[in-house]
């Protein structure tokens, strides 16, 4: 299932920098996508999402990006900081309320101090 | 805050052995579902349940695989016959009707 694809396995930034996630999807159906973000021996934790129909939401020091016609999301941190090493997960879905969310293989990042 | 619990956090069992796998989704959400992260793989849905039925199921699913609710609380997903591939962390999530599914912790299943 290649449909939500992270080609990143792994991420290091200096803490206080930009952190740049992407995220590339297959399906044009999807029209909501979610970022999570991952502890070791933790769950998904819910971090932030967005619509198909904005190109942007923030919510502090994160924002995600979505440009539907090259089918591509980012999220970006900043600043990073040291707590926010984690795998980070793209999620996608369908706009049903019971819609599966499928996601991408996750993007490890790294901030060092 | 609210959070979704599971139990156990880690189960081994034998081949071929039957397992619970047990969920207390938040209190006011709808929508449930089972997803499974085998090592080194991605997160893959299983399960979607509402009004207490199957609202989608994926390939994975198949008939070894059940999902209940017995009571208001509990969310359970039974694998009848368990086999060495059904070795993988199996994390619950559950919804209201906004669009965040929001996921438990996890049970580590070692099938050997």
């Known amino acids: 299932d290649q449909q939500v694809k992270q080609n990143s396995p792994s991420l290091s930034v200096q803490e206080g920098r930009i952190s740049i996630l992407n995220c590339d999807y297959t399906n044009s159906m999807f029209d909501y996508f979610l970022w999570y973000k991952k502890y070791p021996a933790e769950g998904p934790t819910f971090l932030i999402s967005?619509?198909?129909?904005?190109d942007k939401n923030e919510d502090g020091r994160f924002t995600v990006f979505l440009n539907k016609s090259a089918k591509h999301l980012s999220l970006h941190i900043v600043p990073s900081q040291p707590g926010d090493s984690a795998v980070y997960f793209c999620a996608a879905s369908v706009k049903t309320s019971g819609s599966r969310l499928t996601f991408g293989e996750g993007t490890q990042l790294t901030v060092n101090p | 805050e609210p959070e979704v619990t599971q139990t156990p956090s880690h189960q081994v069992t034998q081949m071929g052995q039957e397992v619970i796998l047990r969920c207390v989704p938040i209190?006011?959400?709808?929508?449930f579902y089972w997803y499974r992260q085998i090592l080194g793989q991605k997160v893959e849905f299983l399960v979607s349940f509402y009004n207490n039925e199957i609202s989608e199921k994926s390939e994975i699913f198949d008939d070894q695989f059940s999902v209940e609710r017995p009571d208001g609380s509990n969310f359970t997903l039974k694998i009848r016959s368990t086999k060495l591939e059904d070795s993988a962390m199996y994390f619950c999530?559950?919804?209201?009707?906004?669009?965040?599914?929001?996921f438990g912790p996890g049970t580590r299943l070692t099938v050997t």
């Open positions: 967005i619509s198909s129909i904005k």
């Open positions: 209190s006011n959400h709808l929508y």
């Open positions: 999530a559950s919804k209201q009707g906004a669009y965040e599914q929001y």
